[in-house]
C-alpha cells in the first residue's frame, strides 16, 4: 500500500523467491503502475528506470482477480513479467485471460476462462523441477512436451549467439590472445556462457567480476458493559418498547448476579458451548424477571427476546444472525438504522436495526477491545479482525455522518481451497495447474485486483501448493490467512497507542521477516 512495497521487491531480489502479495489494481499493467508510484512512496530518490527493472526482476507473475457486474468473482488475467522492453517500460504478456460474451437474460456474465497461446519463458523451471503439466494447459495447439523441446533448442541456440557476440568482443577489444577455436561450438554440449573454456582468460574473469558485482472478554465483563450501556439509554421511549426494554435490562441485570454468586463459568471451549450454556441461564433469568414485572407475553416474543440476549451476551448483537448465515458473505452497518448484506454477490437491505448510535458503539467496542485496539474520537478509525478471521472496519462519526459505520468481511468457517475457486468457475483447472507449478518453482506472484474482488481468498488458497517443509511468514495489517502448513509465524501491524508512541507499521514487519 506504501513504501514497503520497496522493501518487498527488495527482499524478492536478494534470495526469497516464491514470495505472494497482493495489492490494490483492476488490471496487471495497472499493478506494474501501482508499484512503481508506491516503490516512489519510500522515500528512496530512484529513477524510473531502476524502479521498472526492480519491479521486472522481482516479479514473476500477477495473478488478477476482478468482481464481476453479476457480483461473481473470477481470475480474469495470469500475466507474466517478461523483463523490460525497448522503451524502457516493464513487459508483460498475458498467459490466461477471461473472454466475456455477454450477459444471459437472468443478469448472468457469460464468458470463459481460456489460454492466450503465449507460452511463459520460466518454462524449463518446470522440467528442471521435475514437473509435468497436462498437455493441452496452454491450449489445444500447444502441447506441453513440445513446448519443453522447443524450449531447450531455444535456449541453446541463445546460448551459441551469445557466445558469437563474446567471441567477436573478445576479437576486438584483446587482438593479442591467441586464436580462439570457433568450431568447438559446434560439438559442445549446452552450457551457461560464463563459464565457456574457450573464452579468453581475461574475458572470463572480466564476466565473473560483473556478475559477482551484479488477551479475550469474558462473558461476565461483556455483561457489565451492556448493563453500563443499557442503563445509560434506558427508557428512551414508550409503550410496548420501553415495556421490553426494560425486560431486557432486568434479564441481564440478573445474569450478571448469576453468573458473580453462582459460579458459572466464564470461559468456554467453543463459542457453541457458550452460547447453549448462556441460553439456558438466560432463560432462567427471563421467566424470573416476566414474573416479577406481571407481564404477559406470547411464547414466540419470548423466545425472540432470548435470542436477541444471547447474540448480545455472546455475539455481536442483531448483527449476529447476519454473520451466521453462511450464503452472506459481507455485513454493512451504515449507522443504526440501515443495515446491508451481501448475499449471492448482491448488495441488498436487511430488516435488522439496531437501538440507537450507543448499541452500534457497543458492538464495535467488542470487537476491537480484545485486539488491544481502541476507537473513539481521538481514534475515529480501525481495522480490526473477528475470532475467525473475519475482516473488520469501523469509523463513527464526526468522519462518519450518518453515524458508527461498520464493514464486515466474512471469511468461511472452512476456508476455500483450490478445487472450490474451480468449482466456483473462479479459475479453471488448468489455470490451477499452472499457479501450483508456480508456486512449486518458487515464483514471486502477485495477487492483484480491486476492493473485494476475493484477493485474500485467492491467496489463501494458493498458499496450500506450499510445501509443508517450508517455513512460512505472513505479514499482515490484520491477521487474516489461514494456512494449513505447520510451519507458520503470523506477523500483524499495531497501531500508535493513547500517545501516539508504540506503532509497528508493515514496513517494519517486512523488513523484520527478511531476518526471520
Given at each position: ?123 524449463l523451471r518446470f522440467k528442471e523441477e521435475g514437473i509435468v503439466l497436462p498437455e493441452t494447459v496452454f491450449g489445444e495447439n500447444h502441447k506441453f512436451s513440445e ?330 495489517d490484520a491477521a487474516e490467512l489461514q494456512l494449513l502448513q505447520d510451519h507458520v509465524v503470523s506477523l500483524e501491524t499495531r497501531p500508535p497507542n493513547v500517545e501516539g508512541k ?15
Amino acid at each position: 500500500r506504501g513504501g514497503e512495497a520497496l522493501d518487498m521487491l527488495s527482499a524478492m531480489n536478494t534470495g526469497n523467491d516464491g514470495s505472494l502479495t497482493t495489492g490494490h489494481a483492476n488490471s496487471p499493467k495497472d499493478m506494474v503502475a501501482r508499484l512503481e508510484t508506491m516503490v516512489m512512496m519510500s522515500g528512496m530518490d530512484l529513477p524510473s528506470r531502476v524502479i521498472r527493472e526492480q519491479i521486472a526482476s522481482a516479479v514473476n507473475i500477477f495473478i488478477q482477480q476482478n468482481r464481476l457486474q453479476d457480483g461473481s468473482r473470477k481470475i480474469t488475467h495470469i500475466t507474466e513479467v517478461a523483463g523490460i522492453d525497448k522503451e524502457g517500460l516493464v513487459e508483460i504478456r498475458n498467459i490466461f485471460e477471461w473472454q466475456q460474451h455477454g450477459v444471459d437474460e437472468n443478469g448472468k456474465v457469460q464468458g470463459a476462462l481460456v489460454p492466450s497461446g503465449i507460452v511463459p519463458t520460466f518454462l524449463l523451471r518446470f522440467k528442471e523441477e521435475g514437473i509435468v503439466l497436462p498437455e493441452t494447459v496452454f491450449g489445444e495447439n500447444h502441447k506441453f512436451s513440445e513446448l519443453l523441446v522447443q524450449a531447450e533448442k531455444d535456449k541453446i541456440a541463445e546460448e551459441r549467439a551469445e557466445m558469437e557476440r563474446l567471441l567477436d568482443l573478445s576479437a576486438k577489444q584483446q587482438s593479442d590472445q591467441p586464436a580462439v577455436d570457433r568450431s568447438a561450438l559446434a560439438n559442445r554440449e549446452p552450457f551457461g556462457w560464463a563459464e565457456a573454456e574457450v573464452l579468453p582468460v581475461a574475458v572470463r574473469e572480466r564476466l565473473a567480476r560483473e556478475k559477482e558485482a551484479a488477551e479475550p472478554v469474558s462473558s461476565k465483563n461483556r455483561l457489565s458493559l451492556l448493563a453500563k450501556q443499557r442503563s445509560s439509554s434506558l427508557l428512551d421511549g414508550d409503550g410496548e418498547n420501553s415495556a421490553i426494554e426494560k425486560l431486557k435490562y432486568d434479564v441481564q441485570e440478573r445474569l450478571a448476579r448469576l453468573i458473580q454468586f453462582e459460579n458459572v463459568p466464564t470461559k468456554f471451549d467453543s463459542p457453541e458451548e457458550e452460547r447453549e450454556v448462556m441460553q439456558e441461564k438466560i432463560e432462567l433469568c427471563y421467566r424470573q424477571a416476566v414474573y416479577a414485572q406481571g407481564l404477559s407475553l406470547s411464547r414466540q416474543d419470548g423466545q425472540q427476546i432470548v435470542a436477541e440476549l444471547v447474540y448480545e451476551v455472546c455475539g455481536l448483537g442483531p448483527i449476529q444472525k447476519l454473520l451466521d448465515r453462511e450464503d452472506i458473505t459481507e455485513v454493512m452497518v451504515n449507522g443504526p438504522e440501515r443495515v446491508f448484506i451481501e448475499h449471492k454477490g448482491k448488495l441488498q437491505l436487511s430488516d435488522v436495526k439496531f437501538k440507537d448510535n450507543g448499541a452500534v458503539m457497543h458492538v464495535i467496542q467488542k470487537i476491537v477491545a480484545p485486539l488491544g485496539r481502541r476507537c473513539d474520537e481521538s481514534s475515529p478509525l480501525v481495522d480490526a479482525r473477528l475470532k475467525d478471521g473475519s475482516r473488520v472496519n469501523a469509523i463513527i462519526p464526526p468522519l462518519a455522518l450518518c453515524g458508527p459505520t461498520i464493514t464486515i468481511r466474512k471469511f468461511a468457517k472452512d476456508p476455500f481451497r483450490i478445487k472450490d475457486l474451480v468449482g466456483f468457475g473462479t479459475m479453471t483447472q488448468a489455470m490451477a495447474d499452472f499457479i501450483q507449478a508456480c508456486i512449486l518453482v518458487k515464483l514471486n506472484c502477485v495477487v492483484s485486483g480491486g476492493t473485494g474482488s476475493g484477493k485474500t481468498t485467492t491467496l489463501n488458497a494458493i498458499s496450500g501448493f506450499v510445501p509443508h517443509d517450508e517455513r512460512v511468514i505472513t505479514v499482515e495489517d490484520a491477521a487474516e490467512l489461514q494456512l494449513l502448513q505447520d510451519h507458520v509465524v503470523s506477523l500483524e501491524t499495531r497501531p500508535p497507542n493513547v500517545e501516539g508512541k508504540g506503532a509497528v507499521h508493515i514496513r517494519d514487519l517486512v523488513r523484520n521477516s527478511l531476518r526471520m
